[in-house]
């Protein structure tokens, strides 16, 4: 007998990992049509998930959907993670290379500060790389975004 129809929360847990629900829930499914068309909807939207490239199943599933939803935007902030990574590791070679030469430097006085305009503008050069870079990918997410 249909008491009444099953949560959200247990159609999903359903739809995500059927072994893994209680017995009620997976009965109830057997026999309730619009609880089973309900979860078919999860389903679709859970390969459509599948398809990108983030995996993330430990979390709430609609929460998931509304990340993914946005889902250029997203993958923009990760490439800009990246990037800034990788930006700070090219600052922290700079750092150490100024220090590991920072003894030589202080024998020749001039060419010391030749060296640091010099490490300066390579700073300044690769930052203004990053940020052409990830002014590029912005425009690029942008259009991606446009065409929704
Ligand atoms: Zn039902």
């Known amino acids: 007998m249909l008491i ?12 995500v990992n ?9 009965e109830h499914i057997h026999l309730c049509e ?24 430990n979390f709430d599933l609609s929460k998931m ?24 590791m090219a600052m922290a070679f700079l750092g150490g290379a100024i220090y590991f030469f920072q003894s030589y430097f202080d024998l020749f006085e001039s060419m ?5 305009y010099l490490i300066v503008i390579t700073a300044v050069t690769v930052l203004a790389y990053l940020f052409i870079d990830m002014y590029k990918k912005y425009k ?7 065409l929704y």
């Open 65 to 88: 959907v509304l990340q993914q939803l946005p889902s250029p935007k997203t993958s923009i902030a990760n490439d800009n993670a990246l990037i800034w990574i990788f930006g700070f």
């Open 34 to 57: 619009e609880c089973r068309s309900k979860v078919e909807v999860y389903q679709l939207l859970i390969n459509g998930i599948k398809q990108q490239p983030q995996p993330a199943f």
């Open 18 to 26: 059927k072994s893994n629900c209680e017995k009620r829930i997976v």
């Open 4 to 15: 009444k129809h099953l949560t959200d929360d247990e159609v999903q847990q359903y739809a």
């Open 140 to 146: 690029h997410g942008m259009k991606v975004l446009d």
């Open 112 to 116: 010391r500060t030749i060296f640091i």
